[in-house]
């Protein structure tokens, strides 16, 4: 991961509001999980500057760990626009995966033009267990397409996450990652020393943090 690009990303989504840190009022994630912080990197879409400036360090990253692909795939529903305009910024083709297969018409899983054996690069805004971004790339496999790996904005951090990512072997890089944004908010003042270990707590422990 690229240092500068990292922390500059991580400032860009705590001045978007992309990422929310709220360890006095945690958030309830759809796991039923208590969190202190809460990504949403589509807002960073409605910001032009911010846009490009992700768009661009997708590309960068991409050409970087995995040189140039056949095709993009973005994973929906947060990758597709990401992976639309990494696309046309790398002038080639874009695919998407569904969560599911529509139960009309073609009943496609992945949409777009592909052919097998084409290299493709995988898309999406965030990772967290990893589970979804795994089923598209599971999905890719299945239509013959060669997955070189998945480049997203942010991560968690989860060993979850990292155990099954290694375990389909799919590389992935992210754009910024959890200790780094608590870095920068951290210098910023956006939190606390208090809010910091606060933070850093539920990170060891997401599953059982505030329990009991």
């Known amino acids: 991961m690229n240092k500068d690009l990292s922390l500059k990303v991580a400032e860009l989504l705590l001045k978007t509001k992309a990422v929310r840190l709220q360890p006095e009022n945690p958030f ?16 960073t879409l409605s910001f032009p500057e911010v846009r490009t400036f992700i768009r661009q360090g997708y590309a960068q990253t991409i050409l970087e760990h ?11 529903t947060g990758g597709i626009a990401q992976g639309a305009l990494i696309a046309q910024e790398l002038g080639l083709p874009f695919i998407y995966v569904r969560s599911s297969a ?8 992945i949409e777009g033009a592909y052919e097998a054996g084409q290299r493709v690069v995988v898309i999406e ?16 496999r299945q239509g013959g397409l060669d997955v070189k790996g998945l480049v997203a904005i942010f991560t968690y ?3 979850l ?9 799919c590389p992935f890089i992210t754009l910024t990652d959890y ?3 608590i870095e920068v908010a951290t210098k910023t003042s956006y939190v606390n020393e208090a809010d910091n270990a606060t933070l850093q707590a539920w990170r060891n422990n997401p599953s059982t943090w505030m329990q009991g």
């Not at 208590?34 to 807002?43: E, T």
Request: negative net charge.
């Open 28 to 43: 309830t994630w759809a796991s039923g999980w208590k969190s202190p912080i809460y990504c949403d990197n589509r807002i």
């Open 66 to 76: 995995f040189g140039k692909p056949d095709v993009i795939a973005g994973v929906a």
């Open 102 to 109: 529509k139960g009309h018409g073609m009943e496609n899983l």
């Open 125 to 140: 805004d965030l990772i967290s267990t990893g589970g979804s971004s795994l089923k598209a790339v599971e999905a890719l």
């Open 157 to 159: 951090g989860f060993s």
């Open 161 to 169: 996450a990292d155990q099954q990512f290694e375990a389909a072997k």
């Open 179 to 181: 200790g780094t944004l």
